[in-house]
């Protein structure tokens, strides 16, 4: 794993954009996340793509996590938000589990099944939540879980209720397992802010536990996490 801070939020952004620009070549394959987390990263891709030609054809990509029961064209379905914040500034293509399809352990083993068509993931970009959730993975989840439905903790509902007008945080999600995810190529976490700190610390020098999601990073052998002086400073 390595490990690199930087001075400044904007500069952990900018980074990541520069690891994941490596797969942005055709027969690339992205692993998209969303949350606050990433937004740099995406604004700084846009800009890449506008005003650096940098195109993101025969590029795929595939949605960590989903709400359960927010349709495709919800303003906080992830699907939306990642649209809106990406993929349609670039031109493209984005997979994710349908939070809608009635059946969802069948969408969830065929979400698994899109993803293995296409080759598996090459890069893998991934927040962190407080209490260092991984996707949806709350603390608790099977290190070798794979995608499926899970229910949000009180306190992701209530970190995640600043991005609901109404407060109405979904109770369910369909989210990749952490295996699904150890099976990318390259895992990229970005975390900034104080309020990361305690997590990212657990994850990258923690006992691996089913009780901090993100110490499963310790397992794989293509880890990058990016960091701001504030995330790094419980390390
Ligand atoms: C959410 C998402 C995760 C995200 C995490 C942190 O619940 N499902 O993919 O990494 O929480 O969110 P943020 O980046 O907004 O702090």
Known sequence: MEVIVTDTPQLAGNLVATILQRWVRPGGTLGLATGSS??????ELVRRHREEGLSFEGVRAFLLDEYVGLGADHPQSYRQVIQQMLTDQVGLDITGPDGMARDLLAEAAAYEERIREAGGIDVQLLGIGGDGHLGFNEPGSSLNSRTRVKTL??????????????????HHVLT?????????????????????????????????????PASVLQLHPHVSVVLDRLSAAQL
Do not use: M, W
Request: charged share 25%; glycine share 6%; net charge neutral.
């Open 176 to 212: 990749q397992g952490l295996a699904t995810i150890r099976e990318a190529r390259h895992l990229v976490l970005i975390a900034t802010g104080e309020g990361k700190a305690a997590a990212v610390a657990a994850a990258v020098e923690g006992p691996l536990s089913a009780f901090c």
């Open 153 to 170: 903790t009180t306190r992701t509902r209530r970190d995640n209720a600043r991005f609901f007008a109404d407060d109405q945080v979904p």
């Open 38 to 43: 990433p937004e740099q990263t995406y604004a």
